[in-house]
Structures are given as structure tokens and as C-alpha cells.
């Protein structure tokens, strides 16, 4: 009888995983419970910080090994679909619904390109959902302005910035689950 | 500082025209000696311009940029009695960096005016910022005459005088002085300069012993190097002279015509430029500036390597934010970027520009129009705080990075390191230069 209740039971939860609409993402289940307050601690600082702005923002995980083979996870504020160029079919979300989307890196915590599927690829785009903005297609900026000669001339305007714009942390973790924080520069 | 600056020009120039001429003469160069005959800058000015200006070498085709600094001309006593008019180019050769000249205009022993121009070519082993002042000279200084015959010139070494040089080659052109030039001439041995592949040999170990791995190789980057083959032993009564080089470069006219907007060295402000003759000397600028405004400061690099930071209204403590183009309040343009041909849609391209050019314009509110600087980096500085990542781009600097054309170079300075960095990451990081 006790056999026919689990198997019942297993039946019930194989049932209940089939009818997730992330069957091809990979989530993220064994984080140490210091990287999971690592990065609930991160998440609140981009709503405490505007990171985020309004309701929108998930957070980019690029987790790698340093060359002193320490584990590194570096964490991102993202408003605006830049994901769908570079996608992941991994992830982690917390019991309060917070998005983390996770790359692999190389030892400088550059991100390593992966290929995924057309149908993870749709699972990542409703997870996400409308958590971010959709960015416009790039255009030409130009703007009239006189010149030295005082002749009106179309010139380009191009912003560049050089920072932390993502508001980039770096969490590098020892071995007995402690950490230190490093921000972009 | 400009009264002494100029006092040290002074005493250098008369120097360097005293040691050149005796050293010209013991090597029977035919040049002249200096007669006193009342020569003005006036009469110097018209002279040159009557006879030289139209045919000189100096004027030629291939020239991209020359610029006589008359209003910098000076009068020189050179001896008791004889005087001479120097005056200080700018000129840059076609496919050539810009170059500092001077032009002495003098009368000879027939009472009649005489031209010579120097060049300074600078041994390229030399430290980066060694190759621009003329502090310690190292290199070659070639003597030209007015319609730019080669004369001869000397190979200096720290402003001590090694040896003659007969004959110069730069790229395909030689030039060489005559049987007749050279005769008497205790040494000999030509300068040349052109472009060379320089590869250093490297090798990485990793493990311990018998699991120890080794990886050889070796790199090369194109360089261009000038170096001196002696064709006679240096005669030892000859050599061993000083000379002083006059140390016009560093003078802040000539920095201020450099920048072409009559800009003297100095940081940026929230709404001006700051500005560099090289980015020895820039790098400080930027590193003092960003301390004394608790701003990170951003500029580019010209090829000649100038450093012209951009205003840092924009900017604050972890970040640097380049608005292109920068214009006055009134909406005149002073600087922008330009990506690409700047060419692009004139009739007249010459192709003297690739589609994959960065350069910046700037207004010339002196002279009208705008100079073009073809720029070979963007650099931003990082302060060193706890707690934050100074030695490493952050993720928008490597997007930028990957905005712009491969050759553009993107660096990183703070107190302790230059960094340069690409779309991928760090490529190199060394020791901050002129620290």
C-alpha cells in the first residue's frame, strides 16, 4: 500500500514539473546559502539605489573561477532586453520572484557565448516577461549645430560612457562561504 | 616661468648655433661663418619669404602641416658681435609624425643672408616621453640649407656629440653629402631610419618539476627605428663635446599653436579642455585633476601622441561620461568625434583618411576653421578606492571598446598602472609611465 502512495505521489510531481513552462531552462537549485543572501542582498540594493527603475530590472549573473580559482559571481542591474542578443538558458529565481539570469564566464569574468534553443529561447523571453524594456532600433543621432565659420552643420552625437553603468559588483567567495565586494570602475 | 623658460631657450640656442658651427666647420661643411650685419626679424622674415618659401623642401608636396613660428622668431647674440634670427616649424611629412625644426637665418662673410634648417630625429629606443623635449637630446640632428639640401649633422647621445653623420635614410631616401662634404670629416657613418619588425621571445612555466609545463613563443609589433652605423672609428679628440639643444618644445607658445586652440597645458574644468603635449605629462594632468574634482577625467590621444582631456561636467567619482560634441552654450561646435573618413563626402577625398579612422575636430577659433586630430586611443582614469575595482574595465567600458574600430586603443590610468583593455578584457598592464 506504501509502494502505491509514492508512486501515486511521484506521479503527481513528475505530473506537476511537465506543466512548468520552463521544461528547457536550467534552474539554478544548489546556490550555497551564502551566495543566495549574496544576491538577495544585491537585489535590494538596485531597488534601494534606482538601479532598477519603476518596475522594471532582473539581475545578470556571470559566474566564473578567478585565476586564483575562487568563485566569482558578478552581478548586474538590466532594465532593457540586451539579453536577447547574447540569451542563457540558465537561471535562478528566488521565493520572492526575483530574476537572475546566469552566464558562464571565463577567469576575467568575461562572459563566455553560449547557443541555446529556439524553444529556451522563447522560455527566457515569458520568463522575463515584462520585467524589462524593449530598447529601439539603433538610429543615426545628428543634430544641427554652427559651426566655427558660423554655418549650420549636421554633426553626429555619440555618448559614451565609461563606468559602471550596470552598477557591476563583483562577489568573490572563500572557501568557508565568507566574501568581499569589488564595484566596476 | 615664461621669462625663464625663454632665458634657457636663449642661452640654449646661442650654445647649440655655437657648437654646430665650430663642429660644422671642423668638418668642412662648407657653411659660413657669421658676420654681424645688422640683421632684424623683419628683414629675416621678408628674406626667407622672397627666396626660400616657394621652393624649400620644407614646402614641398608631400608636407601636411608646416608652420613658421614667426611670432616666436628671436634675436641671438652669438658671439660678441655676430647675431643670427632663429625661429622655430612645426612640420609634418606626409605618413610622418609632426616634428619640432628650427630656422636660423644669418649673414655670411659676403654680408649676404643665409638660411640653415635643424631636425631633430630621436633614437625611438628612447623612454616615450623622452621623444618629444629636447632636454637631453638623444638622436640625430640633421642640417639642411634653406631649399632643404642635406648639410650633414651630428649623432648626439644625452646632448654629447658621438659622431658625423654623412649620409641619412629614411624609408627609400637617401641622402648623402659629397666627396668634396666629406672630405676632412674625422668620422663618418650614416643615420638611417625606416620601418622595422621587433619581436621579443617569451616563454611561461607552470607546475613543479617533472609536472613542470613551458610554453615558448615570441611577438612582434611593426616599429619604426633610426639607428647610426659608424663607417670610421670615432675620433676620441673629437667626441665627448656637450651641446645644448635649445629646449623650444617645451615653451608654451609652441604648446598652445600645437593645440591649435591656443591652449597651454593644464586639466580639464566642468566646462573646459585640458591639454597635453604628450601623454607623459597628461597622465599626471589627469590623475591631479581627478583628485582635486573627485571625478574620474576621460581624453583622447592624438597620434602625435598629444592628450586632450574633455570637459568633466558629465563625469563624477566612479564615472566618466563622453557627450559628443562638446559645444559652447550658445550652441557653436568646439569639439567632436569624428568616426570615419572625415572625408567621406567631399569631392576633394584624397584618401588621406581610411573609413576606419577616429579622429576629433576642433574649432580654431584662432585662425578660423577646424583642425583634425586622428586619434590612436580613448583613455579614462580610475581612482583607487577599497572596495572598487581599479584595475579592471567595468562591462561598459568593454562595450564601448567594442564601438570603436580595432586599432583604437583603449586605457585605463590610475596611480599605480596604465591598462590597456579591449571589448574582451584586459590585453596589458604596466607600470604607470612618469610616474
Known amino acids: ?185 | 616661468m615664461k621669462k625663464l623658460r625663454l632665458h634657457n631657450l636663449r642661452r640654449g640656442i646661442i650654445y647649440s648655433f655655437f657648437t654646430t658651427i665650430l663642429i660644422l666647420n671642423s668638418c668642412n661643411f662648407n657653411s659660413e661663418l657669421i658676420d654681424s650685419n645688422d640683421i632684424t626679424i623683419e628683414s629675416a622674415q621678408q628674406w626667407f619669404e622672397n627666396s626660400y618659401s616657394k621652393n624649400a623642401r620644407i614646402n614641398n608636396d608631400e608636407d601636411v602641416r608646416k608652420e613658421y613660428f614667426w611670432n616666436l622668431a628671436s634675436k641671438q647674440k652669438v658671439n660678441k658681435t655676430d647675431e643670427a634670427i632663429i625661429i622655430p616649424i612645426i612640420h609634418q611629412r606626409k605618413g610622418e609624425n609632426w616634428s619640432l625644426k628650427h630656422l636660423w637665418i644669418y649673414n655670411n662673410k659676403k654680408k649676404e643672408k643665409e638660411a640653415r634648417i635643424f631636425e631633430y630625429i630621436y633614437d625611438t629606443k628612447l623612454p616615450k616621453d623622452r621623444l618629444q623635449g629636447l632636454k637631453n637630446f638623444t638622436g640625430a640632428m640633421i642640417i639642411r640649407d634653406g631649399e632643404g639640401e642635406f648639410l650633414g649633422g651630428l649623432k648626439i647621445t644625452n646632448n654629447k656629440i658621438e659622431g658625423v653623420i654623412t649620409e641619412l635614410k629614411s624609408g627609400k631616401r637617401t641622402e648623402k653629402l659629397n666627396t668634396n662634404q666629406i672630405k676632412g670629416g674625422r668620422v663618418g657613418g650614416f643615420f638611417s631610419c625606416g620601418n622595422f619588425e621587433r619581436c621579443n621571445y617569451w616563454s611561461i612555466s607552470a607546475g613543479v618539476g617533472a609536472n613542470s609545463v613551458t610554453w615558448f613563443g615570441y611577438s612582434c609589433i611593426a616599429d619604426w627605428l633610426c639607428y647610426w652605423i659608424s663607417t670610421n672609428g670615432i675620433d676620441p679628440a673629437f667626441t665627448g663635446n656637450i651641446i645644448n639643444i635649445p629646449t623650444i618644445a617645451a615653451s608654451t607658445p609652441i604648446n598652445a599653436a600645437l593645440g591649435g586652440g591656443g591652449w597651454p597645458e593644464g586639466p580639464p574644468t566642468s566646462t573646459s579642455f585640458g591639454y597635453a603635449e604628450n601623454t607623459c605629462r597628461g597622465y599626471n594632468i589627469m590623475l591631479s585633476a581627478q583628485a582635486a574634482q573627485s571625478k574620474e577625467i576621460g581624453g583622447a590621444i592624438t597620434t602625435e601622441d598629444r592628450l586632450i582631456m574633455f570637459p568633466t561636467q558629465a563625469n563624477d567619482q566612479h564615472n566618466v561620461n563622453f557627450t559628443f560634441p562638446y559645444t559652447t552654450p550658445d550652441g557653436n561646435i568646439t569639439i567632436s568625434l569624428v568616426n570615419g573618413n572625415p572625408d567621406e563626402a567631399d569631392p576633394r577625398n584624397d584618401g588621406k583618411f581610411q573609413p576606419d579612422d577616429v579622429g576629433i575636430e576642433i574649432a580654431d577659433r584662432a585662425k578660423g576653421g577646424a583642425i583634425y586630430y586622428k586619434i590612436t586611443a580613448i583613455v579614462h582614469s580610475h581612482p583607487i578606492e577599497n572596495g572598487y575595482d581599479h584595475n579592471n574595465p567595468s562591462p561598459a567600458d568593454k562595450n564601448n571598446a567594442s564601438q570603436f574600430p580595432s586599432k583604437i586603443k583603449h586605457y585605463i590610468v590610475n596611480n599605480d598602472n596604465l591598462i590597456e583593455y579591449n571589448a574582451n578584457g584586459v590585453v596589458t598592464t604596466v607600470n604607470r609611465p612618469c610616474k
Not at chain 1, 511537465?18 to 546559502?33: A, T
Not at chain 1, 540569451?87 to 552566464?103: A, K, L, M, S, V
Not at chain 1, 571565463?106 to 524593449?134: A, C, H, W
Open chain 1, 1 to 185: 500500500m506504501k509502494k502505491i502512495i509514492v508512486l501515486i505521489l511521484a506521479f503527481f510531481v513528475i505530473a506537476y514539473d511537465s506543466q512548468s513552462q520552463f521544461n528547457s531552462l536550467l534552474k539554478v537549485q544548489n546556490l550555497p546559502q551564502s551566495v543566495k543572501m549574496a544576491f538577495s542582498e544585491y537585489f535590494s540594493e538596485c531597488i534601494r539605489e534606482r538601479y532598477f527603475h519603476e518596475d522594471k530590472g532582473i539581475v545578470e549573473v556571470i559566474s566564473y573561477k578567478d585565476s586564483l580559482l575562487k568563485d566569482n559571481y558578478l552581478l548586474s542591474a538590466v532594465i532593457d532586453d540586451r539579453f536577447l542578443e547574447n540569451p542563457t538558458n540558465t537561471y535562478y529565481t528566488n521565493d520572492n520572484g526575483e530574476i537572475f539570469i546566469f552566464y558562464d564566464g571565463d577567469k576575467n569574468g568575461n562572459k563566455l557565448k553560449q547557443t541555446i534553443s529556439l524553444t529556451s529561447f522563447d522560455e527566457l523571453k515569458k520568463l522575463i516577461g515584462d520585467r524589462v524594456y524593449i530598447r529601439p532600433q539603433k538610429t543615426e543621432r545628428l543634430i544641427e549645430l554652427i559651426d566655427i565659420n558660423g554655418n549650420i552643420k549636421k554633426t553626429k552625437v555619440k555618448y559614451l560612457i565609461a563606468g559602471n553603468t550596470w552598477n557591476t559588483t563583483r562577489y568573490i567567495f572563500s572557501d568557508d562561504g565568507k566574501y568581499i565586494i569589488s564595484k566596476s570602475l
